[in-house]
């Protein structure tokens, strides 16, 4: 009977480890997006006069407040998994099995709005490297045709 309930809290902090090691993960990507949150920014600013121009204005504007909505979400984001986190290392802790259910729902929403952010991210960093893609072909053009 000892021994059943012995391996009953040996795999349950094996399946505790392996939800601390993949939030963990998305820490880390996060901090990663973070810095490139921070590039784009830069990288924004950088063609700041070729992005006033009456054909990118509008489309900037958006990337711009669509970047700083990511990057509140992301901000958001982090805290939670952090709290999360914290969460698990109680549970890894202490095994208390009660309210491992609710905790698992929990992981998996937070795995769907981590997702959910990473396609956001995304989309909005194509779109930036789209814009800053066809001012560097025009810049580009335009430093031919003065040779």
Known sequence: MKSKQILEKDKTRRKLYKLNKQSSGWLTELEFMQ????????????????LSTE????????????????ENIGNSTFDTI???NKHLATLIESLQLKGKKEFKKEHKQIEKDFDTYVLKFKYCKKKIFKIIKDIMKVQKQKLLIKE
Request: proline residues 0%.
């Open 35 to 50: 810095d490139e949150q921070k590039f784009l920014e830069h990288l924004l600013s950088s063609h700041f006069l070729d």
């Open 55 to 70: 054909k990118y204005y509008d489309a900037a504007r958006k990337l711009i407040n669509k970047l700083k909505e990511v």
């Open 82 to 84: 952090q709290t999360h």
